[in-house]
């Protein structure tokens, strides 16, 4: 019985892709369609996948995919530097490197004040890092324009934004002084020499950037605190889970994920989500127009055929199902070839180097390249058959239902 069913199906599935090729133009029309809507589907979609993925990498990369403080820090500004600092975080920081998902934990100490090259001075924005470790765990976040990056074990070492250098005129070897307020409320100021200058490719923060060591900052601030430490994680999946553990250990601390600090992110999803789905819509709908009007004219065509078959007692439900599988034929082997032409674009991108231009706010572009994944190719290779077989099926339901001798007279 099995084999008799199957016999049968193949016999219907050989019958429509012959019906296919009795007009071959516009059955190629109609195949083009679909794999251009596919292919523009997931173009869109890989694109918005690799940026959602590069903003994220970024993201967490500046902070680290978990950021610890005291709660007071994260909710406003402090009266005087490092208020609401870590104390004793040299032994928090080996607590946290004994967890098996932490790679890595780098204090951070903020500060701001003025910096003068004897004749001018300009607000900054400082920041004191752990600079071997914080180079080689970010990667190139920075863009070293000139001279060379921070040392550990080098102190009154400074690294100047691109735009604050060019303001003071500093160049590598520069003598330069950093003035602030104290963790005490006093005023302190001192000595430095700019090590290099670089860029973050962000023109308003490399206006006021001024990067240093920790024990240099912490001497500027007369203070052992640090503001905060970012831990970088083996995977960011594990984020979540590890941020529920370490809450609970330490009650009395703040434990932000990267996302949270990243309002930026959040923003271009929505609005990418929003421009791509609708793209996404408009060219389903397109696709659907197109099979429906080629399957309209199919019927059409054949409603003399459509008419004989029904007078030899052929059901009106296997005459849907024979153009609903014209029209999952069509689908399918469309969605496949744009499937396939979205890969090989992909593969392209990959091996040249096409830059997208500078978003707003940034002075650097960024790479054109698409992030196509199994489950996305498969769920729009489904989506477009999908949705070629129910436009078939709903054109075909209408015409051949029409009485058989109307259906044998129609010229």
Not at 42 to 51: C, D, E, K, Q
Not at 65 to 89: R, T
């Amino acid at each position: 019985m099995s084999y008799t069913v199957l016999n049968t199906q193949l016999r219907w599935l050989d019958f429509a892709a012959r019906n296919l090729l009795r007009n071959r133009r516009r059955s190629l029309v109609t195949l083009s369609i679909a794999a251009l809507g596919t292919a523009a589907i997931l173009v869109a979609a890989g694109f918005a996948r690799y940026t959602y993925t590069g903003l994220a990498e970024a993201s967490a990369r500046s902070t680290g995919h978990l950021v610890l403080g005291m709660p007071q820090s994260f909710e406003g500004d402090e009266a005087q530097p490092l208020e609401h600092g870590l104390q004793n975080w040299q032994a928090l920081r080996e607590a946290l490197l004994a967890e098996p998902e932490v790679r890595h934990v780098l204090p951070r100490v903020q500060f701001g004040g003025l910096i003068s090259n004897g004749e001018k001075s300009a607000l900054m924005m400082g920041v004191g890092i752990s600079p071997d470790a914080e180079f080689a765990i970010k990667g190139p976040f920075l863009t070293q324009k000139s001279g060379q990056l921070l040392n550990d074990g080098e102190r009154g070492r400074v690294l100047l934004g691109e735009g604050l250098a060019r303001s003071l005129r500093a160049t590598p070897g520069s003598g330069l002084t950093l003035m602030a307020s104290t963790a005490h409320g006093a005023l302190n100021a001192i000595d430095v020499r700019v090590a290099g200058v670089v860029s973050t490719g962000v023109p308003d923060l490399d206006q006021r950037l001024v990067c240093t060591d920790i024990a240099t900052a912490q001497t500027l601030l007369d203070s052992d605190k640090v503001s905060s430490m970012g831990l970088f994680l083996e995977r960011m999946s594990q984020t979540p889970a590890l941020r529920e553990r370490l809450q609970a250990r330490w009650p009395a601390l703040a434990l932000k994920d990267w996302e949270q600090l990243a309002p930026f992110y959040g923003a271009v999803r929505q609005l990418y989500n929003r421009i791509f789905g609708a793209l996404g819509s408009i060219l389903a709908l397109i696709v659907v127009c197109v099979l429906a009007n080629a399957m309209a004219m199919s019927v059409i065509e054949r409603t003399r055929e459509i008419g004989t078959l029904r007078a030899l007692g052929t059901r009106p439900g296997q005459l849907i199902a024979s153009f609903a599988t014209e029209g999952l034929l069509l689908g399918s082997l469309g969605s496949l070839l744009g499937a396939l032409t979205a890969l090989a674009l992909s593969v392209v991108l990959m091996l040249v180097d096409l830059q997208m231009p500078p978003p707003p706010g940034r002075s650097q572009g960024y790479p054109l390249q698409l992030e196509l994944s199994a489950d996305m190719v498969l769920a729009v290779i489904a989506l477009i058959a999908l949705l070629a077989l129910l436009c078939s099926a709903w054109v075909a339901a209408r015409s051949v239902r029409q009485p058989i001798p109307q259906a044998l007279a129609h010229v």
